[in-house]
T-cell receptor
Framework: GAGVSQSPRYKVAKRGQDVALRCDPI?????LFWYQQALGQGPEFLTY????????KSGLPSDRFFAERPEGSVSTLKIQRTQQEDSAVYLC??????????????FGPGTRLTVL | QKEVEQNSGPLSVPEGAIASLNCTYS??????FFWYRQYSGKSPELIMS????GDQEDGRFTAQLNKASQYVSLLIRDSQPSDSATYLC?????????FGAGTRLAVHP
């Protein structure tokens, strides 16, 4: 079946612009995660959704970052007034169940954001 | 101290050799551990998960866990050039994964 998809795959933004990144999780997956991966680093957790509820947003680096999943499926990560330090790959992952740290997370291809 | 530590490498091994990748973690209460492989420009792909002390084998891959030493390792037997990638160690936290920075593996013919 289809895996996690993300769009756009690449985004170039001028500093100060707003961007929106989309994630389509695997159908039926309850949990959805966003991670940020800087060049040469491992992914870093941003936020977690269980269905439509955002249960953890402790990793969001500033109030310019906002995520939503209004109907419990597709999620959007929005970054307002982008800065150069926001340049990274943004990865979305989903897992079948909720509240269990042993569940496998399946990653999408990522969106590479470059802020000029 | 980072929560999950890995040697960044590169680790260079000849084709056919055993590659040994290591990872330490700081949270003694961690219960789940994962190894992801990431090719350049691609997303992480799960290759092994381990939850109990000891060894777990899957084909050419063996994951080893020692909770007392807070240490996880991945052995790749009969390394192939196609195994050349970055290997990410991840520890399961509450509703998140905590990743190390990854070890770059290069398998040369």
């Amino acid at each position: 079946g289809a895996g996690v998809s993300q769009s756009p795959r690449y985004k170039v933004a001028k500093r100060g612009q707003d961007v929106a990144l989309r994630c389509d999780p695997i159908s039926g997956h309850v949990s959805l995660f966003w991670y940020q991966q800087a060049l040469g680093q491992g992914p870093e957790f941003l936020t977690y959704f269980q269905n439509e509820a955002q249960l953890d947003k402790s990793g969001l680096p500033s109030d310019r970052f906002f995520a939503e999943r209004p109907e419990g499926s597709v999620s959007t990560l929005k970054i307002q007034r982008t800065q150069q330090e926001d340049s990274a790959v943004y990865l979305c992952a989903s897992s079948l169940v909720a509240g269990r740290d042993t569940d496998t997370q399946y990653f999408g291809p990522g969106t590479r954001l470059t802020v000029l | 101290q980072k929560e999950v530590e890995q040697n960044s490498g590169p680790l260079s091994v000849p084709e056919g050799a055993i590659a040994s990748l290591n990872c330490t973690y700081s949270d003694r209460g961690s219960q789940s551990f994962f190894w992801y492989r990431q090719y350049s420009g691609k997303s992480p792909e799960l290759i092994m998960s381990i939850y109990s002390n000891g060894d777990q084998e899957d084909g050419r891959f063996t994951a080893q866990l020692n909770k007392a030493s807070q240490y996880v390792s991945l052995l790749i037997r009969d390394s192939q050039p196609s195994d050349s990638a970055t290997y990410l160690c991840a520890v399961g936290g509450y509703n998140k994964l905590i990743f190390g920075a990854g070890t770059r593996l290069a398998v040369h013919p």
